[in-house]
């Protein structure tokens, strides 16, 4: 996408703040307009107010945008995705997850053909783009010599359960939150293919998921950890390589990492604490985005690999 981007936003709840913020930021893009039915007050872009109006297809009856952003609770994105598709040219990246069960998948995939879905709709898999997990796929790709991935290990925990039962309400569970983070994390290092045991704790307020996955020709297993029983967040992930003894260790809260062999350091990455960590994470998505190759991890191909994954059932024998 070359020249001045004209972006419709569709949503102004909390995650909205971050898409304005960083947006923002973007050199040759303009706020074309908002779409919130229960808006808390007017959108402040760059010292202006775009045009706001209540719904999507309204929006688009006055405006053609070159990018639409679903930025709304996960049960609207296939409706809103579809109404963008149908009422405008634009590219559409919704919010992760795509959407809320594979019935809304299968719709979506149905409208190829018409719509052109594989090539307008992303979405975003912001993790992805977190520096210490590019920084990871990076090592992975520079060092061969290290084998294929036999073994990650990744846990994720967020204090939600202080929040009671509107932890439940806005999230569903642990696992429908943060396994969608964890598995487009690992669809950048490994190439996931079957989730293999699944485990649902605490009522849903923790989870331990385990999948297998291919790297340079070899099988290993993915053990996947989400729990919302904890003060505070922290989220961390650790990759084996089980042939050269090589492990590379990735702190998503602080956005750090390193790689060692034994007593051996062997790389490190480290981070300034000058960007706040959302927007470390969607600017390089945008940047991806709104250029002529926007990395796969954010296209409909990658969201249909996650999102079947995410919503597997195991093998009957392997479910507790």
Same mark, same amino acid.
Request: glycine share 8%.
């Given at each position: 996408?070359?020249?001045?981007?004209?972006?419709?936003?569709?949503?102004?709840?909390?995650?909205?703040?971050?898409?304005?913020?960083?947006?923002?930021?973007?050199?040759?893009?303009?706020?074309?307009?908002?779409?919130?039915?229960?808006?808390?007050?007017?959108?402040?872009?760059?010292?202006?107010?775009?045009?706001?109006?209540?719904?999507?297809? &309204?929006?688009?009856?006055?405006?053609?945008?070159?990018?639409?952003?679903?930025? /709304?609770?996960?049960?609207?994105?296939?409706?809103?995705?579809?109404?963008? +598709?149908? +009422?405008?040219?634009?590219?559409?990246?919704?919010?992760?997850?795509?959407?809320?069960?594979?019935?809304?998948?299968?719709?979506?995939?149905?409208?190829?053909?018409?719509?052109?879905?594989?090539?307008?709709?992303?979405?975003?898999?912001?993790?992805?783009?977190?520096?210490?997990?590019?920084?990871?796929?990076?090592?992975?790709? &520079?060092?061969? &010599?290290?084998?294929?991935?036999?073994?990650?290990?990744?846990? %994720?925990?967020?204090?939600?359960?202080?929040?009671?039962?509107?932890? %439940?309400?806005?999230?569903?569970?642990?696992?429908?939150?943060?396994?969608?983070?964890? +598995?487009?994390?690992?669809?950048?290092?490994?190439? +996931?293919?079957?989730?293999?045991?699944?485990?649902?704790?605490?009522?849903?307020?923790?989870?331990?998921?385990?999948?297998?996955?291919?790297?340079?020709?070899?099988?290993?297993?993915?053990?996947?950890?989400?729990?919302?029983? /904890?003060?505070?967040?922290?989220?961390?992930?650790?990759?084996?390589?089980?042939?050269?003894?090589?492990?590379?260790?990735?702190?998503?809260?602080?956005?750090?990492? %390193?790689?060692?062999?034994?007593?051996?350091?062997?790389?490190?990455?480290?981070?300034?604490?000058?960007?706040?960590?959302?927007?470390?994470?969607?600017?390089?998505?945008?940047?991806?985005?709104?250029?002529?190759?926007?990395?796969?991890?954010?296209? %409909?191909?990658?969201?249909?690999?996650?999102?079947?994954?995410?919503?597997?059932?195991?093998?009957?024998?392997?479910?507790?």
């Amino acid at each position: 996408m070359s020249g001045s981007v004209q972006v419709g936003l569709v949503g102004l709840g909390h995650i909205a703040e971050t898409h304005l913020e960083v947006l923002a930021g973007l050199p040759d893009v303009s706020l074309d307009f908002t779409v919130d039915p229960h808006p808390d007050g007017p959108v402040d872009f760059r010292g202006g107010t775009p045009p706001h109006y209540g719904g999507v297809a &309204e929006a688009l009856e006055v405006h053609q945008p070159d990018l639409v952003v679903i930025a /709304t609770p996960t049960d609207t994105h296939a409706d809103l995705a579809e109404q963008a +598709l149908a +009422l405008s040219s634009a590219r559409v990246l919704v919010e992760k997850p795509l959407v809320h069960d594979l019935a809304a998948l299968d719709r979506l995939r149905a409208l190829d053909a018409k719509a052109d879905v594989r090539g307008r709709v992303f979405t975003a898999h912001h993790f992805a783009f977190s520096p210490e997990v590019r920084w990871a796929a990076q090592q992975l790709g &520079e060092h061969p &010599e290290w084998g294929p991935v036999t073994t990650i290990t990744s846990a %994720f925990h967020d204090p939600y359960i202080l929040r009671g039962e509107q932890a %439940f309400a806005s999230y569903g569970s642990s696992w429908m939150d943060s396994g969608i983070n964890q +598995l487009s994390v690992l669809a950048g290092l490994v190439d +996931l293919t079957s989730l293999t045991s699944a485990t649902q704790l605490d009522g849903g307020a923790s989870a331990w998921c385990t999948f297998a996955f291919k790297s340079r020709g070899a099988t290993g297993t993915a053990r996947l950890r989400t729990s919302w029983l /904890t003060g505070s967040s922290s989220k961390e992930t650790v990759i084996a390589f089980g042939e050269s003894g090589v492990e590379v260790w990735i702190d998503h809260t602080a956005m750090t990492g %390193f790689a060692a062999r034994g007593e051996t350091l062997l790389a490190a990455h480290t981070d300034d604490g000058r960007t706040p960590r959302k927007h470390a994470h969607y600017r390089p998505l945008y940047e991806s985005l709104l250029s002529d190759h926007p990395d796969t991890v954010l296209g %409909f191909d990658a969201a249909v690999t996650v999102t079947q994954l995410h919503h597997a059932t195991p093998p009957a024998s392997a479910v507790e």
